[in-house]
């Protein structure tokens, strides 16, 4: 069965730089989530879109920005990166057709900013 | 300030021991779901829970949801090594199926052989 993609796996950037990451949700899924999990650490909700449109926001900083597009995909561009910024990112997506809106995550994506 | 309480945080047992991780709350969750990590992948989900009092049974791990809805607990019979990983709670407290999900901090449990 498919499974959420995200690319790239791993993506290595200096200080200041931009990343962007891609999520593709499982298809039929209408919600696509982000969380961000430092090592030790829960994941920590960023946002999240339902039928295209933000549908929550967490403690996603203001240099980051997300948006997810007319194919369901999403994007997560991250700005004036830090080094406080390394971490594995998710991607997660469900369907409102659920029984309690399950996520199915992504294997990640490994930001490392030297 | 966590919303939700997962304890023990560290937990470290000789393989055939049963063991118990709580997840508690002080607000009510329409549903709570329990996932297992690995370390550099993504949480897969084990069960969802999303009646009060309910009881699900996945092989030799047992999930209970409290009749408050505050609270849950996920129990390993004979626990093997490859249980090994890091369980986390997570829950919803508004009721669409779409609002953001909230973790607990997670319990790291070692299985030894």
């Known amino acids: 069965a498919a499974g959420v993609i995200q690319s790239p796996r791993h993506l290595i950037k200096e200080k200041r730089e931009t990343a962007t990451l891609k999520c593709y949700p499982i298809?039929?899924?209408?919600?696509v989530y982000w969380y961000q999990q430092g090592p030790g650490q829960d994941p920590q909700f960023l946002i999240s879109?339902?039928?295209?449109?933000?549908?929550d926001k967490g403690s996603i900083p203001d240099r980051f920005s997300a948006q997810q597009f007319s194919d369901y995909h999403s994007e997560l561009n991250m700005s004036s990166l830090e080094l406080g910024d390394s971490a594995l990112y998710f991607c997660?997506?469900?369907?409102?057709?659920?029984?309690?809106?399950?996520?199915?995550f992504g294997e990640g994506s490994r930001l490392t900013v030297l | 300030t966590q919303l939700l309480e997962q304890s023990p945080q560290f937990l470290s047992i000789q393989e055939g021991e049963n063991l118990t991780v709580y997840c508690n709350s002080s607000?009510?969750?329409?549903?709570l779901q329990w996932y297992r990590q690995e370390p550099g992948e993504g949480p897969v989900l084990l069960v969802t829970?999303?009646?009060?009092?309910e009881v699900k049974k996945l092989k030799r791990l047992t999930f209970q949801f409290g009749d408050a809805r505050k609270d849950s607990s996920l129990h390993i019979t004979a626990a093997q090594p490859g249980d090994t990983g890091l369980y986390l709670c997570?829950?919803?407290?508004?009721?669409?199926?779409?609002?953001?999900?909230?973790f607990g901090q997670g319990t790291t449990l070692q299985v030894k052989p």
């Open positions: 997660a997506s469900s369907t409102l057709a659920g029984v309690a809106g399950e996520l199915f």
């Open positions: 607000s009510v969750f329409s549903s």
């Open positions: 997570a829950g919803r407290t508004g009721s669409s199926n779409t609002g953001k999900l909230i």
């Open positions: 298809p039929r899924h209408d919600t």
């Open positions: 829970v999303v009646t009060g009092g």
């Open positions: 879109f339902y039928e295209k449109m933000q549908s």
